[in-house]
């Protein structure tokens, strides 16, 4: 099977909470790789660091808009925590801050998702 194939068929059995996890894997795996890079490393850094706050911005944004169906407060939360990743990634970057705040705020987001897939899973359902 072709990587496009196989990509295809992944995007058609996989759900919007199973992506946004894969996603936030996905980026948080990369904060923790430069976790320990010396801060010369700046480019691979940078990298991350700018990915984790692109996918936060995306976030906010879909919470922004009217047809988000999630919980008024609950968007408000992730609107601010994107304020928040935004806000210190800058510090990161500049002043050499620990990302290990935005590997901890990812994951959490993560146990959220996982909860969420868990009960929302028709495969688990069905043996239910």
């Known amino acids: 099977m072709s990587l496009r194939a196989y990509q295809t068929a992944q995007q058609r059995v996989e759900t ?6 894969r996603l936030f894997g996905q980026v948080t795996r ?6 320990d890079l010396p801060r010369y490393e700046i480019g691979k850094r ?6 984790n706050r692109r996918v936060w911005s995306f976030m906010a944004s879909d919470c922004m808009s009217s047809t988000n169906a999630l919980p008024e407060t609950l968007r408000a ?11 210190y990634s800058s510090e990161v970057m500049q002043k050499g801050e620990s990302v290990e705040p935005l590997i901890d705020v ?3 987001i993560m146990q959220g998702l996982a909860s969420q897939i868990e009960t929302n899973s028709p495969v688990l359902q069905s043996a239910e």
């Open 77 to 87: 939360s992730i609107i601010s925590l994107s304020l928040w990743v935004s806000r």
């Open 16 to 21: 919007p909470r199973e992506l946004e996890y």
């Open 30 to 35: 990369a904060l923790i790789e430069i976790q």
């Open 106 to 108: 990812n994951r959490s």
């Open 46 to 51: 940078m990298d991350a660091i700018d990915w």
